[in-house]
């Protein structure tokens, strides 16, 4: 007599049902861990181009807030700005109340002159271009006066003049007919243009170059880049008594297509 002898094992069925369960496991898992990896990643992009668009355009921001009056220009279809930079500023003698030997510092308009005392103060080692009056018009535009040759640049400044031991004195190395009177007595002393220039997918920014209406750039510094980078600059100039107004947009897309817009407002005190 034989005896019996029984196999176990997996039947069809179950193996189905454990693979089925199996497959939904792990679909569950790989979104648990997909979705916020993709999540972070996708936040990471956005951060970046946020921070590079808010540096660039921050950047922007502290140079068009130390623009010469009336000396913002919007180019290239709103795509390209440039403006003269000031490095320091004060107002000038205009009168005197008595004769004295400060008279003879009082900036004079009727000739060319090429010294007067500084009201305020002014470092001794400030160097760079006299502007007095700029409205950015025929007789009074820094730019034309460059292409003329005729701003005065700074020659040097006395703290210790015999005549008058307690003034500033600033003197010119040539002498300048400035044509307008400034109604503050306001003179601002510029060193350089500065222009931003958007172009094939970069913002750069170009200084240390001379003034001029037509200038030539040198090699820019990249500020900002990416797969996509679309810039638009608009100036609204104001008047003597309303501040100007720049808006500046950048939109920055990366090459999975995540994009970002930021725009900055500044206003620009235009009374020359």
């Known amino acids: 007599m034989h005896s019996l002898k029984y196999s176990q094992g997996f039947t069809l069925i179950e193996l189905i049902m454990v693979i089925v369960i199996t497959g939904i496991l792990s679909t569950m898992t790989t979104d648990i861990i997909t979705l916020p990896v993709k999540a972070y990643m996708d936040l990471e992009r956005r951060t970046t181009l946020v921070d590079t668009a808010e540096m ?3 950047r922007m921001q502290r140079d068009i807030r130390r623009a010469l009056p009336n000396s913002i ?7 390209t700005i440039e403006l003269l930079h000031t490095t320091e500023g004060g107002r000038y003698r205009a009168s005197v ?3 004295g030997p400060e008279k003879k510092y009082i900036l004079d308009f ?7 005392e500084v009201i305020g103060f002014l470092p001794e080692n400030t160097t760079g271009y006299l502007v007095i009056y700029n409205t950015g018009t025929i007789g009074a535009n820094a730019y034309a006066d460059a292409d003329a040759d005729e701003l005065p640049e700074i020659d040097y400044i006395d703290y210790n003049d015999p005549d008058n ?3 500033i004195i600033l003197n010119l190395d040539k002498a300048k007919l400035f044509p ?3 109604p503050q007595q306001r003179f601002f002393i510029v060193d350089t243009p500065i222009t931003y220039k958007c ?3 970069k913002l750069r920014r170009y200084d240390n170059y001379p003034i001029s209406s037509s200038p030539t750039l040198p090699t820019g510094n990249i500020q900002a880049k990416s797969h ?19 808006t500046l947009s950048i939109t920055l897309t990366d090459k999975v297509g995540e994009s970002v817009k930021l725009i900055h407002q500044v206003h620009v005190d235009n009374m020359p």
């Open 56 to 58: 660039s355009l921050r």
């Open 73 to 79: 220009n919007i180019t290239d279809g709103g795509t």
């Open 97 to 99: 109340s008595k004769t």
């Open 110 to 116: 009727t000739k060319a002159d090429s010294q007067f």
């Open 165 to 167: 031991p307690n003034a």
């Open 180 to 182: 307008y009177r400034s």
């Open 199 to 201: 172009e094939n997918g």
């Open 228 to 246: 996509r980078l679309i810039c638009s600059f608009n100036y609204d100039e104001g008047s003597n008594t309303r501040a100007g107004l720049v």
